[in-house]
């Protein structure tokens, strides 16, 4: 079942969205090399924890496997679900950064690549079209469209560059559980899937990989990485679909402007 949120609902989700985006802006701050991403770690705890929300990620139960942390650290070839730990930040390391709060009940998940000092060209041009793909991801969650619209924007965004899309792992439906119906892959047909409803509120999240889009497992049954070892990059927002459009509920305010979203009518 898919949970529509009310307008009051989506402002609770906002106000959620919000406590993690600060969490972000805070560590655009202060991932320079030589920091570990432990201290990393408890900074995002302390801050959300100070604005009376909890880390939805820490005690997050994956069959028998518990997270332990707030934040998912992930470096270089790391795609998603990185355990924070005595690793130090080199220079030209590429940190994906993924956190969640909950805040009165409800929950905010995004993450964003950052670059450790300075990344090499491929890297940083592998960030920016990951961006660019969420925004396009983003652009399609529109009452009247249908999941394989957003996934199809994401994957065809990328396409040109020749990276791997990765299939294993995909964005959720949000709201008072972290993961909820439906499951937004990043991959697509136009035209197919559940016709998109106004109230949804879903995390999009692509996660682009240099090279292949094959994935393995650590043996600390978390971390993801590529099975080629080549650098992966992931950007994700909360968002809300709205009869006026998809409002960003993890907005760090530095969107897109306004005109980024191209054709709002909806695909029949
Ligand atoms: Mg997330
Ligand atoms: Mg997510």
Redesign the pocket.
């Known amino acids: 079942m898919i949970v529509r949120k009310s307008r009051a609902e989506i402002e609770k989700m906002r106000l959620a969205g919000q406590v993690v985006a600060d969490v972000h802006k805070m560590l655009q701050d202060i991932v320079v090399p030589g920091v570990t991403t432990a201290e990393l770690d408890k900074k995002a705890e302390a801050l959300i924890r100070s604005r009376g929300a909890d880390p939805t990620f820490k005690g997050y139960r994956v069959g028998r496997e518990v997270f332990p942390a707030t934040l998912c650290v992930s470096v270089n070839e790391e795609i998603v679900h990185g355990i924070p730990g005595s690793r130090v930040l080199e220079e030209g390391d590429l940190l994906s950064v993924?956190c969640g709060a909950t805040l009165s009940g409800y929950v905010g998940?995004s993450a964003i690549s950052l670059a450790v000092g300075r990344v090499s060209k491929d890297v940083e041009e592998l960030m920016e079209r990951t961006k660019a793909s969420l925004y396009a991801g983003i652009n399609m969650a529109r009452p009247g469209n249908r999941i394989g619209d957003i996934g199809h924007a994401v994957s065809s965004s990328v396409a040109p560059y020749g990276y791997g899309v990765v299939q294993d792992f995909c964005?959720?439906g949000?709201g008072r559980r972290l993961h909820e119906e439906p499951q937004i892959p990043n991959y697509g047909i136009p035209g197919t899937g559940r016709r998109i409803k106004s109230g949804w509120c879903l995390?999009i999240?692509p996660m682009i990989n240099l090279g292949t889009h094959e994935t393995r497992m650590l043996e600390d049954g978390w971390t993801v990485i590529t099975a080629d070892r080549l650098a992966s990059a992931h950007f994700?927002h909360s968002i809300a679909v709205t009869d006026d459009g998809p409002i960003i509920l993890t907005s760090r305010g530095d969107d897109p402007p306004g005109d980024w979203i191209p054709g709002t009518s909806p695909v029949s």
Do not use: L, N
């Open positions: 993924d998940d964005g959720h949000v995390a999240e994700e």
